[in-house]
């Protein structure tokens, strides 16, 4: 995974202090902001509320893993959170045994319901549908992809609103709640899930033909495009697979709060990027990791988790949050400036 | 000439007549391991058109850079209508009335013609832009010239002569008394370099000097009062163009046998054609305006050939490198390795049939900077290393990649430092190993050697023999003649777009092609294939 972080190994004679820092700099980050909640509040590092923290981060992380594929490619994704609450709401009406039943409730309903693997099915297949529109709308007719997403967040909750006809669709089976609020052991289930998916799509960027693709199509898109390869092709694909993780994510979210609804997800798009590029990912494509973007996106969650805790304004985190996203590009820049000049 | 019709007149000393627009003497200008400009002295007179003339790296960039003030001389004196002057900045030399028009524009193709001729200085009123007067003034400008140009058409709809107008508009809205032009020609069609000459000719009457850089001799024959011919940083000479023929102008610009700099391959023994090109006409890069267009070019190079493609900027040689790699799209032709036609529609079906292209621009077109050496080199050929799952071999891409660093030499900390922290000898040998990792049947070279050091050079020089020996077909493209001719066996030239001479390496001089390069017959000449 270094290898395509794009921080070499320093020259021997030189052990790059600085840069072995710039490098874990969100990491190192994190702890110490884990070590400084703990002590103004010792009740952070209870497993208990350990694991809270990682099951609210879980739907952020799922679509920060996405994120991180197309900010990879220089793109950007502003569709996400209108995405998520798009295929929650087909997942609900699927597992209600259809559109024209989706407000119907009781055990009844359950029982009439078509189950949650088609349920799964559904959102996933919605999502990705809608990513690969969108994909083929920034390949085929060059619409960049800010805009073309832009487009799709409104568009996305307008289905999601026509979809939901007024209500949230309330109320499923067991099956289909424990995706969303089960535990194995004590871990929560969403929690197993974003790990099993941060460890896929690492595998997919480190060791397949595919992931070395997508550095390369976001390193340098003409270089890419003379060295053979399908510019158009990865870049759709990184917008399926986006799709893919937002209807994963409608599906685990509208589990865990036994509830679709049409605004569901509002905001996630700017937390989702926020945290990949806190992670160290660049706007600029090519460089970024997923295990940045885990890191990343782990540091938004504790810091909401522990200004809660101790009793900080909602309004107050949302200031934090944005100055700490504009001094982590700032760092990034400027360790990359002095990298350059080393 | 630089004894202007003004001898006698009040206030200058008896007997040298008025000074000269400018005077130039003693330049001297080194850069770490190069002298680039060594003594070299240079005047033009109050309305004379001075052409500066040398072969690529004389030394003409760096006179025309110190005379911008982008950078100052280390040695040597600038005087201006007879004041010794110091050019502190670009703007500095502009408010002195020193303009320079460079190849690539610095217009806002956003802003109007008229936004963009008084950039800066907009004329104000109440402190607001006064825009009747900005368009009245330009209009002014542009007609003072003979130019048609509406003051408010955006710059981004204008042709590229068109923006040339502009940028020679702004050039006179500061008053300038000296305008440099660098090769203002290459990017023009026929009839709109007629009009451009035309508007020196008026802005020469007005008592503007011109600095006028060009590799076009026929041009500078029909244009220019004076020129002043630069060799390998130092002065060969001026002379009054009258005086002197255009193979004049060619023996001063060459003026020496060919270095045997390099040692050429003993024998080589040439095979079958591999590469064939059939009638190749193309618009070159729709992104890049000043591309030049292909017609109907038809060459082939054998296995085992090394055929060298030189011509002058704008003759299309980088475009026709990119239209057989499928890098551009075409109008028609044909191109074919071993008998089997190419598909032309992406470079991935060039590939496909074994063509490599090493291209001009390591850093914007090859190269992933930010990504490792082990990236970069195995790109092109991963498909031969990853499994049905998708899954990239490693272990054999590392035997790969070790391969290609011993074979080529190239020296790195690892295979996983960034390409961009490799000199620029190393970044392009990590090229030329993603190519030879694919076994490639064909393999066009466009500037080789650019930008690396003379060690380097060597060493890619020494590599595109052994290829050429182990079978490989390769069309080589060079700015540097000499290197043309010390790689070629056979070498082809073009003039705007099109073929204008096929040379054995026996029969080729430095003068021949030359010639070729900037007079040869624009119409169709025969190739053999």
Redesign the interface.
């Known amino acids: 995974m270094?290898?395509?972080t794009?921080?070499?190994?320093p020259?021997?004679s030189d052990l790059d202090l600085f840069g072995l820092l710039a490098r874990f700099a969100p990491l190192i980050f994190l702890l110490v902001l884990m070590a400084v909640f703990a002590i103004l509040e010792p009740r952070f590092l209870s497993p208990l509320n350990l694991f809270n923290v990682m099951r609210q981060v879980s739907i952020f992380g799922l679509l920060a893993i996405g994120m991180t594929f197309v900010i990879l490619t220089r793109g950007i994704d502003l569709s996400v959170g209108s995405l998520i609450a798009l295929t929650g709401l087909v997942a609900a009406a699927v597992a209600k045994g259809g559109f024209e039943s989706r407000f119907a409730v009781g055990t009844a309903a359950e029982a009439a319901g078509y189950g949650w693997p088609l349920a799964l099915a559904a959102a996933i297949l919605v999502g990705m549908g809608c990513g690969f529109l969108q994909g083929l709308a920034i390949t085929k007719l060059k619409v960049p992809p800010f805009v073309v997403t832009l487009g799709g967040m409104s568009a996305f909750r307008g289905a999601a609103l026509l979809f939901a006809g007024g209500g949230p669709v309330s109320g499923f089976d067991e099956g289909y709640r424990w995706w969303g609020q089960g535990y194995v052991g004590q871990v929560p289930v969403p929690v197993i899930i974003f790990a099993v998916a941060a460890i896929v799509a690492w595998v997919v960027l480190r060791?397949?033909?595919?992931g070395?693709?997508v550095?390369?199509v976001g390193?340098?898109p003409?270089?890419?495009?003379?060295?053979?390869?399908?510019v158009d092709r990865i870049t759709l694909s990184v917008y399926v697979i986006i799709g893919c993780m937002a209807g994963l994510g409608g599906f685990v979210l509208s589990a865990r709060l036994n509830s679709a609804e049409a605004v569901a997800g509002m905001t996630y798009e700017l937390t989702v990027i926020a945290g990949v590029v806190i992670g160290g990912t660049s706007l600029f494509g090519?460089?970024g990791t997923i295990f940045g973007t885990v890191i990343g996106t782990m540091l938004i969650g504790v810091l909401l988790n522990g200004l809660v805790l101790n009793n900080v304004s909602s309004y107050v985190q949302q200031i934090i949050i944005g100055v700490i996203i504009v001094l982590a590009v700032a760092f990034d820049t400027f360790a990359k400036s002095r990298r350059k000049r080393a | 000439m630089t004894d202007g019709a003004s001898f006698g007149s009040a206030g200058t000393m008896p007997g040298s007549g008025a000074p000269p627009l400018l005077r130039m003497t003693g330049i001297k200008k080194s850069f770490p391991g190069v002298l680039a400009v060594d003594g070299v002295d240079f005047t033009v007179g109050v309305g004379e058109i001075h052409a500066l003339l040398g072969e690529n790296g004389a030394g003409k960039s760096t006179l025309l850079k110190i005379l911008a003030g982008a950078q100052p001389p280390d040695e040597g004196r600038i005087e201006l209508s007879g004041e010794t002057i110091e050019l502190e900045s670009p703007l500095d030399a502009q408010a002195r009335g020193i303009v320079t028009i460079y190849q690539e524009f610095n217009l806002i193709p956003t802003l109007t013609v008229a936004e963009n001729v008084f950039i800066g200085r907009e004329p104000l009123r109440w402190g607001l832009v006064d825009w009747a007067r900005m368009r009245r003034e330009t209009r002014g400008i542009t007609e003072r010239v003979g130019l048609d140009l509406n003051p408010d058409r955006l710059v981004a709809d204008l042709s590229v002569a068109e923006q040339q107008m502009v940028e020679i508009a702004k050039a006179l809205a500061v008053s300038s008394k000296l305008i440099v032009m660098d090769e203002p020609t290459s990017a023009l069609a026929e009839s709109e370099v007629a009009r451009l000459l035309q508007i020196c000719r008026d802005l020469q009457a007005q008592g503007i000097g011109i600095v006028f850089v060009s590799h076009r001799l026929d041009e500078v024959k029909a244009l220019c009062d004076r020129l002043t011919v630069l060799r390998d940083g130092k002065l060969v000479g001026s002379a009054d163009v009258a005086d002197v023929s255009i193979d004049d102008i060619i023996k001063m610009m060459v003026g020496r046998e060919v270095d045997r700099l390099f040692q050429r391959r003993a024998t080589h023994r040439i095979g079958e054609p591999a590469l064939r090109v059939e009638g190749l006409s193309a618009e070159g890069d729709p992104r890049d305006p000043s591309a030049t267009r292909l017609y109907d070019v038809s060459l082939s190079v054998a296995r085992g050939e090394i055929v060298g493609l030189a011509g002058l900027v704008g003759a299309g040689r980088t475009e026709l490198a990119r239209a057989i790699?499928g890098?551009d799209p075409i109008i028609r032709g044909r191109v074919s390795v071993d008998g089997q036609a190419v598909d032309l529609r992406?470079?991935?079906g060039a590939?496909?049939a074994g063509i490599g292209?090493v291209?001009e621009d390591r850093k914007?077109?090859?190269?992933?900077?930010?990504?490792?050496v082990?990236?970069n080199l195995s790109?092109?050929a991963?498909?031969k290393?990853?499994s049905r799952?998708?899954?990239?071999d490693?272990q054999a891409e590392t035997v790969m990649v070790d391969e290609y660093q011993r074979r080529l030499n190239i020296k790195m900390?690892?295979p996983?430092?960034?390409v961009g922290?490799l000199s620029g000898g190393n970044q392009q040998k990590v090229v030329l190993a993603?190519w030879l990792a694919l076994q490639p049947k064909v393999l066009i070279v466009d500037e080789p050697t650019r930008g690396i050091d003379v060690a380097a050079k060597a060493e890619v020089h020494q590599l595109l023999f052994e290829l050429a020996e182990a079978g490989i077909a390769i069309l080589a493209i060079s700015s540097e003649l000499s290197e043309i001719v010390t790689l070629s066996d056979r070498i082809l030239t073009m003039r705007e777009g099109r073929l204008t001479g096929d040379v054995p390496i026996e029969e080729a001089s430095e003068e021949r092609l030359m010639q070729l390069m900037t007079m040869g017959a624009p119409d169709r000449v025969r190739v053999h294939a």
């Open positions: 270094l290898e395509q794009g921080q070499g190994a020259k021997a060791y397949t033909r595919f070395r693709n550095y390369a390193g340098n003409e270089a890419a495009r003379l060295s053979g390869l399908n090519g460089v | 790699f890098a992406s470079p991935a590939i496909e292209l291209p914007q077109q090859a190269l992933f900077l930010a990504l490792a082990r990236l790109i092109a991963l498909g290393l990853t799952f998708g899954f990239v490693e900390a690892s996983l430092v960034e922290n993603r």
